[in-house]
């Protein structure tokens, strides 16, 4: 069964900086495409950003320019480095990962940006 493990948050003031990581028990480049979801407690979980397996990259406007994905295919893990971060930004991180049908996903990581 294919697994992903993320890891990398925590708490940063405002304007700080963290890096996501997503690790998959799989080649990345398995997977049609794989994105950062996020969270709140109450709300629906919202597209932060993705990246596909030819290496392309989109993002959710209200992080464009400062957060940014990347991977590591030797590594089978994806990042999000993500700057100037806000307290809006405060959310449980998840990675999800398209395979074939069906959707994988990890089980969060918790970032806490304080004001």
């Known amino acids: 069964q294919v697994q992903l493990v993320e890891s990398g948050g925590g708490l940063v003031q405002f304007g700080g900086s963290l890096r996501l990581s997503c690790t998959a028990s799989?080649?990345?480049?398995?997977?049609?495409?794989v994105a950062w979801y996020r969270q709140t407690p109450g709300n629906e979980r919202e597209f932060v950003a993705s990246?596909?397996?030819?290496?392309?990259?989109d993002y959710a406007d209200s992080v464009q320019g400062r957060f940014t994905m990347s991977r590591n295919i030797a590594r089978n893990t994806v990042y999000l480095q993500m700057n100037s971060l806000k307290p809006e930004d405060t959310a449980v991180y998840y990675c999800?990962?398209?395979?074939?049908?069906?959707?994988?996903r990890g089980q969060g990581t918790q970032v806490t940006v304080s004001s």
């Open positions: 990246i596909t397996a030819g290496g392309s990259t």
């Open positions: 799989t080649s990345i480049v398995s997977f049609k495409v």
């Open positions: 999800h990962a398209a395979l074939g049908v069906n959707v994988v």
